[in-house]
């Protein structure tokens, strides 16, 4: 059994990783960093474990310390849910959210930016990556992805489909060959953009095609992509959503409409815990509220 004292640290710590910083978890539990940082190395020193790999810019958990967490992440939300019982929580405090570079360009910046408005006491930190990463690690609260579920562990919640599309400008066709099946790509430029490298259609007869040849442009970036194909770049592979404005104004168009392409689920990820943190919650309220307009076609 752990000691009052003990107990009192792994606390602290279980705060520090939540936090993300030492700042911040020193501004939350009211003292300051050089006494969380010596609190962290007698929690270490009792434990004859090290728990945080420390730099300047962030924290990183140890395979030892993620275990601590993981064990005590729970016991410390009801806690604190139980000690705040008595008066009203506030929606306060930093939100940690995790979502693709498109996914936040393209379709979240205006929600993002009502609810900073609706809860000015909630600070967002967003990290924009198409890389998976440790949500844990990293600290994050909610996490938004596309297609499969990476943690098993997250609670998966759908917002919407992304529909995707072959788009080419205009004037790339008036200048291109003729286009009347996937197997004639090969003849075209070719613009590839993150997550689909390879290109999948099926066609409504039950035929299908498989687009794994090269591509004059790749890019991770697929706001890049739609530009590079509105700049008559060649032709794109990506969400219909995201390139509504421009089919609309007649930039772009889309191409063989009797293929269908893929299809990508878009959810929000967020920890499994009984008491759920107010700005979490919020959060996930608020997202839910606006995801049919989100996806919507229309304006």
């Known amino acids: 059994m752990q000691s009052s004292l003990e107990l009192q640290l792994i606390y602290l710590f279980v705060h520090l990783v939540n936090a993300g910083s030492f700042s911040a978890a020193a501004r939350q539990l009211q003292m300051p960093i050089a006494t969380v940082s010596r609190k ?31 064990k005590y992440q729970e016991v410390v939300a009801q806690f604190d849910a139980l000690s705040h019982s008595g008066s009203p929580e506030r929606p306060e405090g930093t939100l940690r959210l995790a979502a693709p570079i498109s996914i936040i360009a393209n379709l979240l910046i205006g929600c993002l930016t009502e609810f900073c408005e609706l809860y000015p006491d909630i600070q967002l930190h967003i990290a924009q990556s198409n890389e998976e990463f440790d949500l844990v ?20 919640c759908s917002l919407g489909v992304l529909d995707y599309r072959m788009v080419a400008s205009p004037d790339y ?26 290109w999948t259609l099926r066609h409504a007869n039950g035929d299908a095609f498989y687009y794994d040849g090269p591509a004059n442009l790749t890019l ?65 309220e608020f997202m839910q509220s606006k995801a049919d307009k989100l996806f919507s076609m229309k304006d």
């Open 40 to 70: 962290l190395a007698r929690l270490e020193e009792q434990l004859d474990q090290q728990l945080l790999m420390r730099s300047t810019r962030k924290l990183r958990l140890t395979e030892e310390g993620l275990a601590l967490y993981q």
């Open 137 to 156: 690690d990293k600290a994050i609260d909610v996490a938004i992805v596309g297609g499969t579920q990476p943690d098993s562990s997250w609670i998966a």
């Open 173 to 198: 066709l008036r200048h291109a060959p003729a286009l009347q099946h996937p197997q004639q790509l090969h003849r075209h430029k070719i613009i590839k953009a993150w997550p689909f490298f390879n």
């Open 220 to 284: 991770t970036d697929l706001n890049g992509a739609i530009r590079a194909a509105e700049l008559s770049g060649g032709i794109l592979y990506g969400p219909e959503l995201f390139v509504k404005q421009q089919l609309r104004e007649g930039k772009l168009q889309i191409l063989l409409p009797e293929w269908r392409c893929e299809k990508r689920r878009i959810s929000l990820l967020y920890h499994q815990r009984s008491q759920q943190p107010l700005k979490v919650r919020l959060f996930i």
